[in-house]
């Protein structure tokens, strides 16, 4: 399928696309965060609109709807998109038929849709109705890819992209030796820590935390349109039914690898999901889980965990990314990051490379990625 590839001119609107797709975090799962921008054959721009909900209005008819609602007409315009338009009839009609329908003259698109139902073919049909299609620059594409790693993750590897969340001390410690831990990290990183956690279609820890820190596991001091789901791997099922976890803010998924049936019970009483994973181990088995996960559409998980579960996943090699809150404090001993057996020699270790650092208030934020995947360049 033939693809004309050209750069824009003016990266202004899609730089205000790419905003818009920014502001859909925590609302479009499973669809991609995507931003539109209509832009007038004079320059003025009259229209935009970021995807909605599932089963709802994606970026380019609410950018199109915002344009008629103001009295423009899209007719010859041009339109920035984060993402390939879409062509296949799923929980909504194509994207592409709307712009069609719309005579729109032009499309810039930041990045092609990884989806294969998608995958080019929203360009060459925009093509063939007559629309010029152009790519944006290398930092709209690298942008648009970080804003939806998970659903670049889920579409291209059949499996999410997964951050384990660490605040820690200078010298490696999440908490003091006794398991006291409130507060490691300053007031600010807690917030933005809970900015990531918006992002994350669930957040997903051990029983071994559920019993130590009775977490609520859930976003607080951000806007959210709903609540990550809440993935607890209790290969026990050793929760308690008066844990903080059980309301009615988001789902609940327990993770065993046995099969007590008057616990599972106890939980699903509770409003809880209850599957059984297990692994030859008799622990959960983390690929299988991950294949689940994928199986339900879920993009980014986002780890809180304890020692134990941290290490099995990155033993595994299943954490893509690292972000790492790093306070200007020294504890000595304590509890580690990861509770990893010892190494014999260098060559065993776990490589991760810096993907970007950044100052959050009194602490660093430190986010790495497996030094075997190409780093991309860091957002500004």
């Known amino acids: 399928m033939p693809v004309a590839i050209a750069f824009q001119s003016n990266p202004l609107p899609m730089q205000h696309a790419l905003a818009l797709a920014e502001a859909a975090v925590g609302l479009t799962e499973p669809n991609p965060r995507v931003g539109c921008v209509l832009v007038a054959p004079g320059g ?27 009295g423009h007409s899209p007719e010859g315009a041009t339109a920035y998109v984060t ?23 032009r499309v810039v698109v930041a990045l092609g849709d990884p989806n294969p139902a998608v995958s080019g073919r929203g360009v060459a ?12 620059d290398d930092a709209a594409a690298t942008a648009s890819r970080e804003l939806n790693i998970g659903f670049f ?51 997903l820890t051990g029983s071994g935390t559920v019993l130590a820190d009775n ?26 039914a008066d844990a903080r976890l059980f309301d009615a803010s988001a789902p ?34 983390l690929a299988a889980l991950l294949g689940e ?14 020692a134990r579960l941290n290490a099995a996943l990155l033993q595994a090699g299943w954490v893509d990314e690292l972000l790492v809150y790093q306070a200007p404090l020294l504890i000595g001993p304590g509890r580690g990051m990861a509770a990893l057996p010892a190494l014999d020699s260098l060559n065993e270790l776990q ?3 810096y993907h970007r650092v950044d100052r959050v208030g009194s602490d660093l934020r430190l986010l790495l990625r497996q030094a075997a995947q190409a780093p991309s360049p860091p957002l500004v």
């Open 44 to 70: 003025q721009w009259i229209g935009e609109g970021h995807t909605q909900a599932a089963g709802s209005a994606h970026a380019e008819v609410m950018a199109l709807q915002d344009a008629r609602a103001k």
């Open 83 to 105: 993402l390939e338009p879409c062509s296949h009839h799923g929980r909504t009609p194509p994207c592409c038929d709307a712009l069609v329908a719309a005579k729109v003259a």
């Open 125 to 136: 049909r925009l093509q063939a109705a007559g629309i010029q299609v152009d790519f944006a």
């Open 153 to 203: 993750s889920r579409m291209q590897r059949g499996r999410p992209w997964v951050r384990m969340k660490i605040a820690a001390s200078l010298d490696g410690r999440t908490a003091l030796d006794n398991g006291v831990s409130q507060w490691i990290t300053g007031e600010a990183a807690r917030h933005d820590g809970h900015a990531w956690r918006k992002r994350a279609a669930a957040l």
């Open 215 to 240: 977490p609520r596991l859930d976003v607080r001091g951000h806007a959210i349109a709903r609540q990550p789901l809440r993935i607890v791997l209790d290969s026990k099922l050793a929760t308690p």
């Open 252 to 285: 609940t998924l327990f993770v065993t690898a046995g099969s007590d049936a008057q616990r599972s019970q106890g939980l699903q009483a509770r409003g809880a999901e209850v599957i059984n994973c297990p692994g030859p181990d008799g622990r959960v088995d």
């Open 293 to 306: 996960l994928a199986r339900r559409e879920l993009n980014e998980i986002h780890v809180e965990a304890g």
């Open 351 to 353: 490589r991760f490379a």
